[in-house]
């Protein structure tokens, strides 16, 4: 795994947990606009959460491929979603 679980904020640590249990339940990663929904944030909003996530290393994305994130650290290392 590329990072430690000691190593993010609280707030990414449940935008992670969301990725990883929305992948788990519909078998594919979430687009941006289903974390805009879930958080009620803006969309510029996400899509920083979504960089910063990845500059991190905490993500991995593909160019211009939708849906195509990728959790890079221990599923069992998140927090529960609240």
């Known amino acids: 795994m590329a990072a430690t679980h000691n190593t993010w ?7 992670l947990a969301f990725i990883y249990a929305y992948t788990r ?4 990663p979430p ?9 009620k944030v ?3 909003s996400v899509h920083q ?5 990845e500059r991190k290393g905490f993500i991995r994305r593909t160019p211009g491929v939708a849906r ?3 959790l890079l650290v221990a599923p069992d290392s ?3 979603l609240s």
Do not use: N
Request: avoid cysteine; charged fraction near 15%.
């Open 42 to 44: 803006t969309p510029p």
């Open 78 to 80: 998140l927090p529960g």
């Open 31 to 39: 687009a941006e606009v289903d974390l805009q929904m879930y958080f």
């Open 49 to 53: 959460m979504v960089l910063t996530l």
């Open 25 to 28: 339940l519909h078998g594919r």
């Open 9 to 15: 904020t609280p707030t990414q640590g449940r935008y």
């Open 68 to 70: 195509s994130i990728e």
